[in-house]
């Protein structure tokens, strides 16, 4: 099938269950087919209404077989930065959606959309998330920073960044347009909100001198509504404290805290039937959680999340929409028998609009 004849299968299937969903009259629904279908014919192509993108973007959300987070999806605010042409433009963009989104600590869900592939040149933002520490690796091999960032690090790196070699550099923001060079942009210190690590009953723990920020932003993923791919569309949530205190502050091969929060705990770590990971775990998330909450921060526990997930699922059945979701990835990483999504099973199901991985533009 031409591309041409799958994006208007595409874009019928999408404007028919979008109007559908706004409960638009059929009248409106049969003139917005006509023109769609003759801009394809036309230019190949064709352009979203405000409320196509807006409604497109939360329906994505709402798909997101991975996402435990999708009880929200209807709150999802969209900017429409499509009118962006340049890398400074859009650069300004992307910064007041870190400002919006982090409203001083009670986070908003945001998406900015760019201007779709077809149209001038293909946006990327290299960055995985808007904010995120860089990794390096010093001469005699030891790690500083976030080891996930090593590689994006280094391409920053040769673009002419330098980073302060601590241990929680905020990387860059780089941004391409088309066959451009990439644009980078250091992101505002002011934009940035961190949070300092304490524990609820252990003074000691702020001597290990741990943060996180804020806003998770994903920045790398494509966005695709009735066959158009928004290349360039970051969104954020809140985090999950597991995120945080699970896995990117204790597994190995990221901050791999595990034996420090041990050591502060004096737990035995000379068996593995003491326990002491799990023990050392437990205090770690349970830090993570107290210490967004102190500053004020939005954040939710995994059970907390659970329990929103499972009213997510009974609204969809009453909506008579089937859930679709990757087990592996809805299960939170600590303690996933102590919620109902380990019990059940969920299919995996590729559902338009959605949110898809793209190959990264540098390597
Ligand atoms: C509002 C709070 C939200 C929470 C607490 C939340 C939670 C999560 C968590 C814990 C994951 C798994 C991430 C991992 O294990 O690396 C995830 C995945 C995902 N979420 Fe959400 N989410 C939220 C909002 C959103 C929003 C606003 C969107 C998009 C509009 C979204 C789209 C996704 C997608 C596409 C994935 C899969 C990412 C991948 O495959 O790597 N989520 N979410
Ligand atoms: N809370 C969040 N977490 C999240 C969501 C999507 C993707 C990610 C990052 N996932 C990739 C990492 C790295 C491999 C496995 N997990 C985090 C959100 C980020 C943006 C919106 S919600």
Not at 54 to 78: D, Q
Not at 80 to 95: H, K, L, N, P, T
Not at 201 to 228: C, H, Q, R
Request: proline share 6%; charged share 25%; with cysteine.
């Amino acid at each position: 099938m031409s591309d041409q004849h799958e994006r208007l299968e595409q874009a019928e299937e999408f404007l028919n269950q979008c109007y559908s969903e706004l409960g638009k009259e059929s009248e409106e629904l049969l003139v917005r087919l006509n023109q769609v279908k003759d801009d394809i014919q036309q230019s190949g192509f064709y352009t979203h209404t405000y409320e196509e993108l807006v409604h497109g973007a939360r329906m994505a959300w709402r798909n997101s077989n991975r996402c435990i987070g999708r009880f929200f999806w209807e709150t999802l605010k969209v900017v429409d930065a499509r009118e962006c042409s340049d890398e400074e433009s859009m650069a300004i963009a992307i910064f007041d959606h870190i400002k919006k989104a982090t409203n001083g600590g009670n986070i908003v869900p945001y998406l900015t959309a760019f201007h779709p592939a077809h149209e001038k040149g293909n946006i990327r933002i290299w960055n995985h998330q808007l904010i995120r520490y860089a990794g390096y690796v010093t001469e005699d091999g030891t790690m500083i920073g976030d080891p996930a960032s090593v590689d994006f690090t280094k391409v920053c790196q040769e673009l002419g960044w330098e980073g302060k070699g601590s241990s929680f550099d905020i990387l860059p923001l780089v941004i391409q347009l088309g066959e451009n060079p990439p644009a980078l942009f250091p992101i505002p210190e002011d934009l940035i909100l961190e949070v300092p690590l304490t524990h609820p009953t252990n003074p000691s723990f702020e001597a290990l001198e741990l943060k996180w920020y804020a806003l998770p932003i994903i920045s790398d993923m494509k966005l695709v509504i009735g066959g158009i791919e928004y290349t360039a569309a970051p969104f954020n949530g809140w985090y999950m404290g597991t995120e945080i205190g699970a896995r990117n502050l204790a597994d190995t091969e990221r901050y791999n805290m595990l034996p420090r929060v041990a050591e502060l705990f004096q737990l035995d770590t000379s068996r593995e039937y003491t326990l002491w990971r799990d023990e050392a775990l437990i205090e770690l998330n349970k830090a993570v959680l107290f210490s967004f909450k102190q500053a004020g921060v939005s954040i939710v526990d995994h059970h907390t999340a659970a329990k929103q997930f499972e009213r997510f699922e009974k609204r969809e059945q009453d909506a008579g929409r089937n859930v679709t979701g990757k087990w592996s990835w809805l299960i939170p990483p600590i303690s996933p028998a102590t919620t109902h999504i380990f019990r059940k099973g969920y299919k995996d199901d590729r559902v338009y609009p959605n949110y898809f991985y793209q190959p990264a533009p540098y390597k």
